[in-house]
């Protein structure tokens, strides 16, 4: 299984980054859902290897076909590719409709 980092906060559904451990766009939204205060949890893929590394870019594809970072899934079924904050917050408060 594997390991998904945790950032605590207010809890709005299932909100995966996948990231690189040295993007600084996936550093920003990081960042961003913190000062939110939004829980989420992040995959700094560029520190998995092997198997794990294979296995992650292949779910990242099939949100994300370019495999671009950062790429953040919500609740399993929306994507949203890069820095796009307004996108996420959107999306979030549709899912809480």
């Given at each position: 299984?594997i390991?998904?980092?945790?950032?605590e906060?207010?809890?709005?559904?299932d909100?995966l980054?996948?990231?690189?451990s040295?993007?600084g766009w996936?550093?920003?939204?990081k960042?961003?859902?913190?000062?939110?205060g939004?829980?989420?949890?992040?995959i700094d893929?560029d520190?998995?290897?092997g198997?794990e590394s294979e296995?992650?870019?292949?779910?990242?594809?099939r949100?994300?076909e370019?495999?671009?970072?950062?790429?953040i899934?919500i609740?399993?079924?929306h994507c949203?590719?890069?820095y796009?904050i307004?996108k996420?917050?959107?999306i979030l408060?549709?899912?809480?409709k």
């Amino acid at each position: 299984m594997i390991e998904r980092k945790h950032v605590e906060g207010e809890d709005r559904g299932d909100i995966l980054i996948y990231a690189l451990s040295t993007c600084g766009w996936c550093r920003k939204t990081k960042n961003h859902l913190k000062e939110l205060g939004i829980a989420f949890d992040y995959i700094d893929v560029d520190l998995l290897q092997g198997e794990e590394s294979e296995e992650v870019m292949n779910t990242v594809r099939r949100f994300n076909e370019k495999g671009s970072f950062p790429t953040i899934v919500i609740n399993g079924k929306h994507c949203v590719v890069g820095y796009d904050i307004d996108k996420v917050r959107e999306i979030l408060e549709n899912e809480s409709k």
